[in-house]
């Protein structure tokens, strides 16, 4: 770290001007063996923060303070106001469904180490992505992705077959949501235990065949809704339900 990025984050918790000899003092605080190889701190600040102060426009960090007359007050400055930026995510190239589909499996896993599982993939997909234990208790996960569409939909689809096989207490659907807004990418989760699952194809909100197809859209309140027929917006997300 240079000596004008130490003055930063100096003047930056300093929130004011002041003078390079207190600025020397700060430093000397926060930096003591970084300051014995600087002989003559003060002076050596001065260098620096005269030279910065100097440059054009936003290249400049610092700047001198003016006096009651219009002059420049002698061996006082303050760093900048920096212009807020707003960043932009990166633009996610299209990838294969493969790539898509094992990128949630590495994100469930993920979040539900946070939440204190010992979760890892399965090696073969045989309708089981992931296990997760805690407690000495295990659950099973089928995890789907989709990318949002332009309409605003995220897709997936379950073999019936599948479904029948795995149906049991300890099993889990959890479908990431991949979506970006103006700064970022993010995903939200909608996990939904098996037996929630059988219910929503006894009530016909997921249509019943050799494959089960779902697809999960916020309406106009911002609620998430699967097949526009039923609210899933308290299963967003709570990976605390799988016990």
């Known amino acids: ?31 003591p063996r970084y300051c014995q190889t600087i002989n003559d701190l003060p002076g050596r ?15 400049a960090s610092f700047s001198k303070v003016k006096n009651k007359t219009g002059g420049l007050k002698r061996g ?6 920096q212009a807020a930026v707003t960043p932009k995510p990166t633009v996610a190239p299209s990838v294969t469904t493969q ?6 499996e590495y994100a469930v896993i993920s979040e539900l180490l946070f ?15 992931v296990i997760a234990s805690k407690d000495n208790n295990f659950f099973h996960v089928q995890v789907k992705t989709s990318n949002i569409t332009d309409s605003g939909v995220f897709s997936a689809s379950i073999k019936r077959t599948s479904f029948d096989a795995k149906n ?7 479908f990431v949501l ?3 807004d103006s700064s970022r990418y993010f995903n939200d989760y909608v996990i939904l235990p098996s037996h929630q699952v059988r219910q929503l194809i006894e009530t016909g909100t997921i249509k019943d065949g050799a494959s089960l197809s779902v697809r999960i859209q916020k309406d ?24």
Do not use: W
């Open 1 to 31: 770290m240079t000596l004008l990025e130490h003055l930063k984050e100096v003047m930056l918790d300093h929130r004011g001007p002041a003078h390079v000899n207190d600025i020397a003092s700060m430093l000397e605080t926060r930096a």
């Open 45 to 59: 600040i001065s260098q620096v923060l005269g030279a910065d102060s100097k440059k054009k426009g936003v290249a």
């Open 76 to 81: 006082i400055y303050k760093l900048k106001r």
């Open 99 to 104: 790539f898509t589909g094992r990128a949630g």
């Open 115 to 129: 939440y204190g599982f010992n979760a890892c993939a399965m090696s073969v997909d045989d309708g089981i992505d």
């Open 168 to 174: 049991s207490s300890q099993m889990f659907y959890i």
């Open 178 to 180: 991949r979506q970006n």
């Open 220 to 243: 106009s309140r911002g609620k998430y809704m699967i097949n526009r027929k039923h609210d899933v917006t308290s299963s967003v997300n709570t990976f605390s339900q799988i016990i």
